[in-house]
């Protein structure tokens, strides 16, 4: 199975702050890797696909760039309301796999 | 819209089973498969697997065969996760999941909490 080691594991931010987030693949995955939100007792919402594609309805604060191994999401100006957990996901080849997730806190 | 609806908390001892559903409305059921993924309590998300809405085939990811199994009722819209021989690692959030557009997961139910406890 494909590995996505995801840093960092946890972050503390202002309101206005720029996040970035890191996904690392054990191999290449071309650009099948989706970005996931999930707050508290919710469950995922997925974000980004195709690695920089924002989905239906998110906002423009959150992109994605990468491809082959290396991937980034980023949050131009943080938001209390972006408080969450944030997974990525690879989709190139079964099992999909997934980050073990970013802790975002708002200070 | 498209909805994915789970049933509610389960709480069971090891040794027992469980079977959670998945009703799906908004869309045609067997255009699309199912997934199903757990989240262990403050873990992150892995896949189970999925089975294929329109032929019934399940395929399992290597952790999760043996004790768990997909099944459909098409006529109703639903996917069934069933997990035997219930285990205290067992505890945890399952969600069922659909792809969109492309093959990330779109959809998801609010999702299901098991707890396995003597």
């Known amino acids: 199975s494909i590995v996505m080691t995801q840093t960092p594991k946890f972050l503390l931010v202002s309101a206005g702050d720029r996040v970035t987030i890191t996904c690392k693949a054990s191999q290449s995955v071309s650009n099948d890797v989706a970005w996931y939100q999930q707050k508290p007792g919710q469950s995922p919402k997925l974000l980004i696909y195709?690695?920089?594609n924002r989905y239906t309805g998110v906002p423009d604060r959150f992109t994605g760039s990468g491809y082959g191994t290396d991937f980034t999401f980023t949050i131009s100006t943080v938001q209390a309301e972006d408080l969450a957990v944030y997974f990525c996901q690879q989709d190139y080849s079964s099992p999909p796999t997934f980050g073990g997730g970013t802790k975002l806190e708002i200070k | 819209q498209i909805q994915l609806v789970q049933s509610g908390p389960e709480l069971k001892k090891p040794g027992e089973t469980v079977k959670i559903s998945c009703k799906a409305s908004?869309?045609?059921?067997?255009?699309?498969?199912m997934n199903w993924v757990k989240q262990a309590p403050g873990k992150g998300l892995k896949w189970m697997g999925w089975i294929n809405t329109y032929t019934g085939e399940p395929t399992y990811a290597d952790d999760f065969k043996g004790r768990f199994a997909f099944s459909l009722e098409t006529s109703a819209s639903t996917a069934y996760l069933q997990i035997n021989n219930l285990k205290n690692e067992d505890t945890a959030t399952y969600f069922c999941?659909?792809?969109?557009?492309?093959?990330?997961?779109?959809?998801w139910g609010q999702g299901t909490l098991v707890t396995v406890s003597a």
């Open positions: 195709y690695a920089s």
């Open positions: 908004g869309y045609t059921f067997t255009n699309y498969g």
């Open positions: 999941a659909r792809e969109g557009i492309t093959t990330a997961f779109a959809y």
